[in-house]
């Protein structure tokens, strides 16, 4: 699961029971690095952390390198 942190520029990355699997984050220069954390620095060894163009090529290269789907989950409300 992705879901958005307020601010704008970070989404936290959640496996299906909740659990942290990290985060995305836009950096300067308008690039989004991947940050594994708890299981997923073990699920995501080998795979390319950034940077990348888009936040949508981010979830892209996690889709492939965990052949598992990012589901997208609405904002935090303020």
Do not use: Q, Y
């Amino acid at each position: 699961m992705v879901k958005p942190v307020a601010g704008g520029n970070e989404w936290r990355l959640t496996d299906l029971l909740g659990r942290s699997m990290g985060v995305v984050r836009a950096v300067e220069g308008g690039t989004f690095l991947v940050e594994p954390d708890g299981n997923a620095r073990v699920t995501m060894t080998g795979m390319r952390c950034g940077p990348f163009n888009s936040l949508d090529d981010a979830l892209a290269a996690i889709e492939t390198h965990t052949r598992g789907v990012c589901r997208r989950e609405p904002p935090e409300a303020p």
